[in-house]
Structure formats: C-alpha cells, structure tokens
C-alpha cells in the first residue's frame, strides 16, 4: 500500500463512524494517476440525497486535510435524487 492510499484510507477511518451511524459506508476504489479519488458508497449514502454535500463538505475534506495533493475526489455510484 502507497502512503497516498494509507492516508486516504485513514481519512475514510476518521469519517466512517458518521457514516456509519447514519446507516451508510464507503470504501476506496482507487486513486487515478492524476489523483482522482474514487469511491463506492455503501448502505443509506448510495441514495441519500445529502450524499453530494457529505461527499464534498465531508469526504473530501478530510481527504485533502492529510492529503492536499489530491485533486478530486467522485463516488462511482452516486444517485442523483
């Protein structure tokens, strides 16, 4: 595992009880060449209608907190409600 993923992976760590308490998950897919990250999430975040907000003012935040050279960060399963 590359430092990238294992910061990434533990920013999910640090979100993941929110989600979870919520009903929901997520999960790392991979992280792109030009540092994409994409996610599938699980549960209740699949067709919350808050998922986009929770994906940028969560998610990705915490992301770009320990990992400021990501650009992006996209769920590959998000509804659009």
């Known amino acids: 595992m590359s430092d990238l993923t294992a910061r990434v992976e533990a920013a999910l760590e640090q979100i993941r009880p929110y989600l979870q308490a919520d009903g929901g998950n ?4 991979e992280i792109t060449d030009d540092k994409i990250v994409k996610l ?3 549960g209740a975040c699949k067709s919350c209608s808050m998922s986009m907000m929770t994906m940028k003012a969560g998610i990705e935040e915490s992301i770009k907190r320990v990992a400021p050279e990501i650009n992006g960060v996209e769920a590959i399963n998000l509804a659009i409600v």
């Open 26 to 29: 997520v999960s790392l897919v």
């Open 40 to 42: 599938e999430l699980h």
